[in-house]
């Protein structure tokens, strides 16, 4: 657990982590390991997935010794917080923010990044203790608001989630974002299903090219 600078560290260096939202995830460390030889080195992996615990234990353990930092995802209250760090999730995501869950990442050292939307969520996050903030869904108002939000709010890191691929990413990173969540545009459910292990890579490797495209200008 703790060494929250590295997992911040690694999610900006790639500026993606990686959303799996599965009834079947066959095995979260080849995924994982599929995606930290594209580049991706942040793995989120909800708890709406039936025993989400049992698999970010698992992949934690098979995963000992790689540079890959397993999430939990919709975390919705400490007790389910705490429960994914002891498993072994060295990041903590919710929907929305809840002081308790941030509380509870701070005990524990471990990276939290709350959800909000609107300046006033944004800013209640951050006050509250928030790593980063995912803006949640940002679909609905696109790269042309995380850079109008960025204007008052600069010191505050963004994370968009839900809309974002290859066509959008880009324009997101350029709008100020920390960082991107990426969910079926670069780890479906099909290629999980598939085992397609060289395409999960192949598009990790294109998200991160994309992220590195666009910091440069």
Not at 122 to 150: E, M, N
Not at 153 to 169: E, F, M, N, Y
Not at 194 to 209: C, P, S
Request: with cysteine.
């Amino acid at each position: 657990m703790g060494m929250k600078k590295d997992v911040l560290d690694a999610l900006h260096e790639s500026g993606v982590v990686a959303v799996i939202r599965t009834e079947n995830p066959r095995d979260l460390a080849a995924v994982a390991r599929a995606l930290h030889a594209g580049g991706v080195r942040c793995v989120e992996i909800t708890m709406t997935v039936p025993g989400a615990l049992d698999i970010i234990r698992d992949a934690c353990a098979a995963l000992s010794g790689i540079d890959v930092f397993i999430g939990a995802g919709t975390v919705l209250d400490a007790v389910s917080a705490r429960a994914a760090i002891i498993a072994g999730a060295r990041f903590v995501v919710g929907p929305g923010f809840d002081p308790e869950i941030v509380r509870t990442c701070a005990l524990y050292g471990v990276m939290n990044m709350p959800g909000a939307l609107t300046p006033q969520e944004i800013l209640t996050a951050w006050k509250g203790g928030a790593d980063v903030v995912k803006i949640f869904p940002a679909d609905l108002g696109g790269p042309d608001y995380i850079k109008t939000v960025r204007e008052p709010l600069p010191q505050v890191a963004l994370l968009p989630t839900k809309g974002i691929d290859l066509s959008t990413a880009g324009a997101y990173i350029k709008a100020g974002a920390f960082a991107v969540g990426a969910g079926g545009a670069l780890v479906s459910k099909a290629l999980i299903a598939a085992g397609d292990y060289d395409r999960i890579t192949a598009n990790a490797r294109e998200f991160t090219r994309i992220v590195r495209d666009a910091r440069k200008g």
